[in-house]
């Protein structure tokens, strides 16, 4: 028969068995907890970030865009004019010289003397102010119809997070270069879109600047009727020269796949997908206007 002083040990120990065991069970969790902690901390801050730029794309997407295009006074436009564009002649094509290659890598003769045609008339093409002003007064874009063009507009200030005005006139700008180049207008828009995310003071590792990520100390010869080298960061220029740029690497490679290529100064079999991520992109900006892209 036990002994009292045994019995209570007995019964001291049944009593701190469970409460050791919820303890360790209890550590184990808290631990557990912690790590959680740790990990939510340096993930929450971009999650937040994500939920508010959806809800920002969410608003954006119910808010009607008739509203949204002319300004509010229409006195704010009264400084506002729209330069004269001077239009070519019936039958008449856009001065086409030698490619020069992709503007990132391509090599290309920067000593060769810019077009005569577009020395000419860039006095009188249309102006990032003027296509800007155009945009604000909510003028229409020729071939475009005003539910396209509202359309192709809101995609772009959503996802690439620009003005609407903005833009308005670089899709202005885009359609017109692109009637100039006879290239599809939303290849050109698409191209931006890969290359700059629509920043047009963005410049990359090798020295390729602007909307096009044009290489001025390469095409140093057809920034030169627009004012020279610092003229690259004019969003409308920029998209003029990367336009030539890019419809001669079309014409060298005879075709839209290979010109891509070119663009980019790929000079092996593959272009590392840039191709596929520009013509990825066309395909999205032609869903969203409800345009056919041209070959």
């Known amino acids: 028969m036990r002994s009292v002083p045994e019995r209570l040990q007995h019964s001291v120990l049944a009593v701190l068995r469970p409460v050791g ?7 184990i969790y808290l631990g557990l907890a912690v790590l959680t902690t740790l990990g939510l901390s340096l993930v929450l801050p971009s999650m937040r970030q994500q939920s508010q ?19 509010d006074d229409e006195g704010d436009l009264q400084e506002w004019s729209v330069p004269p564009v001077a ?3 019936e039958g008449a094509a856009p001065s086409d010289g030698p490619a020069d290659g ?6 290309a003769d920067a000593g060769q003397p810019a077009g005569s045609a ?4 860039a006095a009188g093409r249309l102006t990032f102010t003027g296509a800007l002003a155009a945009s604000l007064r909510d003028q229409p874009i020729p071939g475009v119809s005003q539910a396209q063009a509202h359309a192709l507009r809101s995609y772009l200030a959503r996802k690439y997070r620009i003005a609407n005005s903005v833009a308005g006139a670089l899709i202005r700008a885009a359609f017109e270069i692109g009637r100039e180049r006879n290239l ?15 920043n047009p003071f963005v410049e990359s590792s090798v020295g390729a600047q602007g909307l096009m990520q044009v290489m001025t100390s390469v095409h140093r010869a057809k920034l030169r009727p627009s004012g020279g080298p610092a003229s690259v960061f004019d969003p409308v220029v920029n998209m003029r020269v990367g336009a030539q740029i890019l419809g001669d690497c079309i014409r060298r490679r005879g075709g839209i796949q290979g010109g891509l290529a070119c663009y980019v100064g790929a000079t092996g079999p593959s272009d590392g997908g840039y191709g ?9 900006i032609a869903l969203a206007s409800g345009l056919p892209p041209k070959d």
């Open 21 to 27: 065991e919820f303890v360790h069970v209890s550590a």
């Open 53 to 71: 730029q959806l809800h920002e794309v969410v608003l954006a997407m119910f808010q009607a865009d008739g509203a949204g295009y002319a300004g």
């Open 87 to 89: 239009q070519a002649p």
């Open 102 to 107: 992709g503007a990132d890598g391509a090599v």
């Open 118 to 121: 577009d020395q000419t008339a």
């Open 184 to 198: 599809d207008p939303q290849l050109l828009l698409a191209v931006i879109a890969i290359e700059s995310r629509y």
């Open 276 to 284: 596929a991520r520009v013509l990825a992109e066309r395909r999205r």
